[in-house]
């Protein structure tokens, strides 16, 4: 597959800023524990913080210590501020690296031209945008440990829920770190066309440190989301998720 030469500099950044916000997790996740539900600013408020106080008149900010701040900082910067989690969380590794896998995703970059990974449709409604994605965000909200079970949403982060955007990290029990993004524009006879993408993010779990950074070097590597049910794990969320949506928009 032959890449435009800008594709080859973004991907060229992306394996850069991977390679220093995994160091930095790594050294959090091994030296110091890792938050659940942290905000932007409150990492890195915490990390400019540690970085410019005095260190302590009986010890110094030692190499560890200094690598546990940062990563720590990029973590939590990394995880979306006044996320809706949804079922049981991942561990706190997967939450703390699942923030810079989703802003990287490796996994989509070839994936979605490829398909056997991600899967992407288009939606009209006849309702207005607003109304679209209140009635995506409420089925997520209110979404049934059935309809858990058979979209293989272990657990849902809702990142973002506006009349313009929805944006949802899911993980699998096995902590794969999938990403539902959806984009709602008007149609000219007032109705709304959601642009639905479902797609794995990265070739291995968040759950093993490190996992960012893996998934970028490997982004060439091919990989499939087979359904439990039959068929493939994408193109069937999609598939009962609009159905999740009409039956949300009919009530």
Not at 27 to 49: D, K, N, V
Request: overall charge positive; charged content about 15%.
């Amino acid at each position: 597959l032959s890449l435009l030469p800008s594709a080859q500099i973004v991907m060229r950044k992306a394996v850069l800023i991977a390679l220093v916000a995994c160091a930095g997790l790594l050294g959090a996740s091994a030296f110091a524990p890792l938050p659940s539900t942290p905000s932007a600013a409150r990492g890195f408020a915490t990390t400019l913080r540690m970085a410019s106080s005095p260190p302590p008149q009986d010890a110094q900010l030692g190499r560890r210590g200094a690598l546990a701040a940062l990563g720590l900082g990029l973590a939590t910067a990394a995880s979306p501020a006044g996320a809706e989690m949804i079922g049981t969380p991942p561990s706190g590794l997967s939450q703390a690296q699942g923030g810079i896998q989703a802003a990287i995703n490796p996994g989509h970059w070839l994936g979605q031209f490829i398909g056997i990974n991600s899967h992407g449709e288009s939606w009209d409604f006849t309702a207005p945008p607003a109304e679209v994605s209140a009635a995506f965000a409420k089925a997520l909200r209110e979404i049934t440990p059935e309809q858990r079970k058979a979209l293989v949403f272990t657990n849902l982060d809702i990142a973002e829920a506006s009349p313009e955007r929805l944006k949802a990290l899911t993980w699998t029990k096995l902590e794969w770190l999938d990403v539902l993004d959806v984009s709602f524009k008007p149609r000219a006879n007032g109705g709304t066309t959601a642009e639905v993408s479902v797609y794995a993010t990265g070739f291995f779990p968040t759950s093993i440190p490190g996992a960012p950074i893996l998934n970028t070097l490997l982004f060439f590597f091919p990989f499939a989301s087979p359904s439990p049910s039959g068929g493939m794990l994408q193109n069937n969320r999609c598939a009962l998720l609009y159905k999740m949506v009409q039956s949300q928009l009919k009530a």
